[in-house]
C-alpha cells in the first residue's frame, strides 16, 4: 500500500541546533516528493519539492530511493521555524496517489 | 490574485444537518482537492477532481460528496452531518500533481 509516514508526532529543540525531521514513504511507482509547512494561523504552503533540489529558508531535503526517505533538514534551527510540517507524495497519471504523512510539530525554543 | 478561498471560516451544525462547503481558485488550474485535517492524522484526501467534470474518491470520501461546477469552483457537501465529520477542511488546486495551494480553511464542528 503507498504510506508516508512522519514518525515523529512533535520535534523540539533549542535554538541553533540541527533538526531533521523525518519522512519514509512506500510507493509502488517513482512519486515526487515535497514538504509542506504551517504556520500558525495561516494556510499550509509548499517548502520544498525533491525534484527542484534547491535550499528554502535553510532547508534541504535529499530523496534517498534506496533506503526511501526524504528527511527534511536545517543544520541551525531558529525560533520562526516553529510550525507544523507535512511530508507528501504523489505519483504523476495515478489519480488518488496523493499522499500527506500525519505531520510534524517543530517547536524551536529560545 | 486571491489564490484559493474558502467559505465559510467557521460553522457550526447540528447532527443530520446538511450544509457545502465553498471553494474557488483564480489560478486558471485544473486540479482542485478537498482534505480534512485532524489532529494526529494529518491531511486526509476526501474526493478530488483532476479536470473540470471530473471527480473522483481519495482516502475518505465517506459522507461527503462533491461538485465540480466549473474551472474555479469545486464545492464538498455534507448531507447529514455527524459529530466524526467535525474537523477543519482545507480546500486545495494544482496544475497537474505539482505544487498544491491550499485555502485557508474552514473549521466545522458538528454537534
Known amino acids: 500500500a503507498q504510506r508516508v509516514t512522519q514518525p515523529e508526532k512533535l520535534l523540539s529543540v533549542f535554538k541553533g541546533a540541527p533538526v531533521e525531521l523525518k519522512c519514509n514513504y512506500s510507493?509502488?511507482?517513482?512519486?515526487?516528493l515535497f514538504w509542506y509547512v504551517q504556520y500558525s494561523r495561516q494556510r499550509l504552503q509548499l517548502l520544498l519539492r525533491h525534484i527542484s533540489r534547491e535550499s528554502i529558508k535553510g532547508f534541504t531535503a535529499d530523496l534517498n530511493k534506496g533506503e526511501t526517505f526524504f528527511h527534511l533538514k536545517k543544520p541551525f534551527a531558529q525560533e520562526e521555524d516553529s510550525a507544523m510540517y507535512y511530508c507528501?507524495?504523489?505519483?504523476?497519471?495515478?489519480?488518488?496517489?496523493?499522499?500527506f504523512g500525519q505531520g510534524t510539530e517543530l517547536s524551536v525554543k529560545p | 490574485n486571491a489564490g484559493v478561498t474558502q467559505t465559510p471560516k467557521f460553522q457550526v451544525l447540528k447532527t443530520g444537518q446538511s450544509m457545502t462547503l465553498q471553494c474557488a481558485q483564480d489560478?486558471?488550474?485544473?486540479?482542485m482537492y478537498w482534505y480534512r485535517q485532524d489532529p494526529g492524522m494529518g491531511l486526509r484526501l476526501i474526493y478530488y477532481s483532476a479536470s473540470e467534470g471530473t471527480t473522483d474518491k481519495g482516502e475518505v470520501p465517506n459522507g461527503y460528496n462533491v461538485s465540480r461546477l466549473n474551472k474555479r469552483e469545486f464545492s464538498l457537501r455534507l448531507e447529514s452531518a455527524a459529530p466524526s465529520q467535525t474537523s477543519v477542511y482545507f480546500c486545495?488546486?494544482?496544475?497537474?500533481?505539482?505544487?498544491?495551494?491550499f485555502g485557508p480553511g474552514t473549521r466545522l464542528t458538528v454537534l
Open positions: 510507493y509502488s511507482g517513482s512519486p515526487e
Open positions: 507528501e507524495g504523489s505519483i504523476y497519471n495515478q489519480g488518488g496517489k496523493l499522499i
Open positions: 489560478m486558471n488550474h485544473n486540479s
Open positions: 486545495a488546486s494544482s496544475e497537474g500533481w505539482d505544487e498544491q495551494f
